[in-house]
């Protein structure tokens, strides 16, 4: 089984379209770092589009939730109890070892964005509708959902910024999720409506467009705004949910080049990147075993070493969460991205090694 031979769950995406390793590379070369092509003029004009594909990625994950499935309770519950665990794994030893060393931060923003990164999964393409038929297919779907968490986390994470009020914490939950909702309602009455592929593309572009907009000027999660959109989506009467995700298909490669190229730019080697970096690897890997055997617990079908096998890879989504906290808390966000950037190239050649047979 060659590396990239396996089917990743990272949005339904095959390794050999969209390898996380190559297109990371790349970006760092043509970064400020290197080459100087994506200057920091560049990609602060590109912070726009970089909102508009995190709101992509929330779609996928709110795709992936479906109340209503035969055994969706259980496989959401084993996912939470795997995602927080790491959650804690990680958040623990960082802090420990953070102030074991003396090592400064300028913000607590960089600790819970190295523990949310983390925790995340490999976001799968949302084809879970009727429930699933095997342990693979919990597995894949644990890996879809293990999401959910660190985004809701790092949603609230906003208000922390603003100095932890009451209505702070109100805005930067209900915010994404007001928008979300009201753009998903404004896209099920244009989705369904349409009289062509062109027509349709244009309307789900710019509701895109419009989750990632408005969650730039508000200062909110387009994570969270694009799973609320994704999970009303998904559990509506209709089609809108299976047209979003065949139009979403054509536009989720650039988008996903493009977030993983903007993070490899940004990446530099420093102290605290190097630091953040071996804790990310070494514990991540731990909360992920730790995690995945909790939820094997939860859910008999799923075997502990297939289910660890589906988690180690972090996808693209441990890369958005450290990218969409950035652009909240920059002070130490440029450390965290090229930790977990760093930590993602490792992961996926650690993932093509321990990938489950079926899975190539």
Not at 65 to 93: D, F
Not at 131 to 141: E, F, S, V, W
Not at 174 to 197: H, K, N, Q
Not at 274 to 282: D, E, G, P, Q, T
Request: aromatic residues 6%.
């Amino acid at each position: 089984m060659t590396l990239f031979a396996r089917r990743s769950v990272a949005l339904g995406l095959s390794p050999a379209v969209v390898p996380v390793s190559a297109w990371l590379v790349l970006g760092f070369v043509l970064g400020p770092s290197v080459a100087g092509v994506l200057s920091t003029d560049v990609l602060a004009h590109l912070d726009a589009v970089v909102s508009v594909a995190l709101g992509t990625l929330g779609v996928f994950v709110g795709l992936a939730l479906v109340p209503r499935a035969r055994g969706a309770g259980p496989l959401l519950a084993a996912a939470v109890v795997e995602s927080g665990l790491a959650v804690l794994i990680v958040a623990s030893a960082a802090a420990v070892l953070l102030n074991a060393q003396q090592v400064p931060l300028t913000s607590p923003m960089a600790l819970i964005a190295i523990s949310l990164a983390a925790a995340a999964g490999a976001s799968g393409s949302a084809a879970f509708v009727e429930g699933p038929r095997g342990g693979r297919d919990h597995a894949t779907h644990v890996a879809e959902l293990d999401d959910v968490l660190p985004i809701l986390i790092a949603a609230a994470a906003v208000a922390l910024v603003g100095g932890g009020t009451a209505l702070r914490w109100l805005a930067a939950i209900g915010g994404p999720i007001a928008i979300g909702l009201v753009c998903g309602a404004i896209g099920l009455l244009l989705f369904e409506r349409t009289s062509g592929d062109a027509e349709r593309a244009v309307f789900v572009l710019g509701v895109l467009a419009l989750i990632g907009g408005a969650c730039a000027y508000a200062g909110c999660s387009p994570l969270l705004a694009g799973m609320s959109a994704g999970l009303f989506w998904r559990n509506m009467p209709g089609r809108a949910d299976a047209i979003i995700v065949d139009d979403l298909r054509k536009f989720q490669h650039p988008l996903v080049v493009l977030l993983v190229m903007v993070a490899g730019a940004q990446a530099a080697p420093a102290p605290l990147s190097v630091f953040l970096f071996a804790i990310f690897v070494v514990f991540r890997l731990c909360g992920k075993v730790i995690g995945g055997a909790a939820a094997a617990r939860l859910v008999p079908a799923l075997a502990g070493e297939a289910l660890g096998a589906f988690l180690v890879s972090p996808g693209v989504m441990g890369i958005a969460i450290a990218l969409n906290l950035q652009q909240i808390a920059p002070s130490d966000g440029r450390a965290v991205v090229s930790a977990v950037a760093a930590g993602a190239l490792v992961f996926e050649l650690l993932s093509g090694f321990v990938a489950p047979p079926e899975a190539a």
